[in-house]
T-cell receptor, first 112, second 118 residues
């Protein structure tokens, strides 16, 4: 599996956009980029995933660079409830191991 | 929408005791998973069930057994609990993806069972 690199912590003001970067320079052509988050004392929560095109859903947008070596998760209007650890995971399309490998993630603090 | 429900939420056991952690999902997913999460180590896969009637070992299966009771339910059993099994246990489920495989489908998690073994 390709490895990912994320900043250990970030903060943003409530109501502003939160942009969380992820580097995955060794990603291969059949690997997806997934984002999950874990709010304190809760289970991980799926946010979004993509292969090479930008994706948007009701929670967030995912911007993947043209060379696919990095991506950015965007929370357009962060709220206090978005304070969590965010994990960027690269996963092969045909992942026979079935497991998700969570790295250390980015701890996002949304300030009032 | 309940999603993935785990019971109990908290449990304290003595070394050598046995117990079963229950997990049920109401999303009609084919695949279910058990992970444990320890401080500084991320999530590690214990067992998974790709579909009803099948189970397979993950990274750290020793000391655990599982049962896929039906499509909705996937239980994790500790036959003789040890202090090293003190952890937070998460159950997850996912839908089938292309050609019936769950590989590229997102996993949906329960809120965990916090287990302490003295």
């Amino acid at each position: 599996d390709a490895k990912t690199t994320q900043p250990p912590s970030m903060d943003c003001a409530e109501g502003r956009a939160a942009n969380l970067p992820c580097n995955h320079s060794t990603i291969s052509g059949n690997e997806y980029v997934y984002w999950y988050r874990q709010i304190h004392s809760q289970g991980p929560q799926y946010i979004i995933h993509g292969l090479k095109n930008n994706e948007t859903n009701e929670m967030a947008s995912l911007i993947i660079t043209e060379d696919r070596k990095s991506s950015t998760l965007i929370l357009p209007h962060a709220t206090l409830r978005d304070t969590a650890v965010y994990y960027c995971i690269v996963r092969p399309r045909m992942d026979s191991s079935y497991k998700l490998i969570f790295g250390s993630g980015t701890r996002l603090l949304v300030r009032p | 929408n309940a999603g993935v429900t785990q019971t109990p939420k908290f449990q304290v056991l003595k070394t050598g005791q046995s117990m079963t952690l229950q997990c049920a999902q109401d999303m009609n997913h084919n695949s279910m998973y058990w992970y444990r999460q320890d401080p500084g180590m991320g999530l590690r896969l214990i067992y998974y069930s790709a579909s009803e009637g099948t189970t397979d070992k993950g990274e750290v299966p020793n000391g655990y057994n599982v049962s896929r009771l039906n499509k909705r339910e996937f239980s994790l059993r500790l036959e003789s609990a040890a202090p090293s099994q003190t952890s937070v246990y998460f159950c997850a489920s996912s839908d089938s993806g292309d050609r019936g495989t769950p590989h590229n489908q997102p996993q949906h998690f329960g809120d965990g069972t916090r287990l302490s073994i003295l």
